[in-house]
């Protein structure tokens, strides 16, 4: 079945440096979506990428989506402590099922 | 507001004595579902549903039950609950089946069995 792994598990940085996190996919993906979970809070929706290469920024988060459609990574420039959470990366099968990966937790040195 | 809403929030229980969690969706969503999230594995899915009176079984649903009677509400029960149960348990709800739509997750139930 479909497998999706995101790496780092934890990340610690700096107030002010960048964060990366890297999810990939056993199996092409039709479409990858990326949540946000704050602490104590749910899992919330923060943007969906379909095509491939796709490129989609939203303020200091950039997130792209591989050519081959099996990967993607989400960047934070310049982190505050707002950005503390874990973050969800979830691939399409191309139908109902979406699957979840491991999530990557970040946490902010103030 | 457009809302998932979950009860219990916080359980503590002992092994054998059934439980259900509740879940509802006021957005008209037609798919609903359940995961449990544990450490280091992420959000794993239990169990699905694609409308009213389709359920499905999701990655782990060993141990579980759902139903979904009405279009807004879809429980979760477990009949015997063991210690490897525990969990914070998430439902969740998105307009279509299609996984192109938006996920709307329930504020989490935080389950302890004894």
């Known amino acids: 079945g479909q497998q999706v792994m995101q790496i780092p598990q934890y990340q610690h940085v700096q107030e002010g440096e960048d964060f990366t996190t890297y999810c990939n996919s056993s199996t092409t993906l039709s479409n990858i979506q990326w949540y946000k979970q704050r602490p104590g809070g749910h899992p919330v929706f923060l943007i969906q990428?379909?095509?491939?290469?796709e490129v989609k920024k939203q303020k200091r988060l950039t997130f792209q989506f591989g050519e081959a459609k099996k990967n993607s990574s989400l960047h934070i420039t310049a982190t505050q402590t707002t950005d503390v959470g874990t973050y969800f990366c979830a691939g399409g099968g191309g139908n109902e099922k979406l699957t979840f990966g491991t999530g990557t937790r970040l946490t902010i040195i103030p | 507001e457009a809302q998932v809403t979950q009860n219990p929030r916080y359980l503590i229980t002992v092994t054998g004595k059934k439980l259900t969690v509740t879940c509802s969706q006021n957005?008209?969503?037609?798919?609903m579902s359940w995961y449990r999230q544990d450490p280091g594995l992420g959000l794993r899915q239990i169990y699905y549903?694609?409308?009213?009176?389709?359920?499905d079984k999701g990655d782990v649903p060993e141990g579980y039950k759902v139903s979904r009677k009405e279009k807004r509400n879809f429980p979760l029960i477990l009949e015997s609950p063991s210690p490897n149960q525990t969990s914070l348990y998430f439902c969740a709800s998105r307009l279509a089946p299609s996984s192109y739509n938006e996920q709307f997750f329930g504020p989490g139930t935080r389950l302890t069995v004894l």
């Open positions: 549903s694609m409308n009213v009176e389709v359920t």
């Open positions: 957005m008209n969503h037609e798919y």
């Open positions: 990428l379909v095509k491939s290469g």
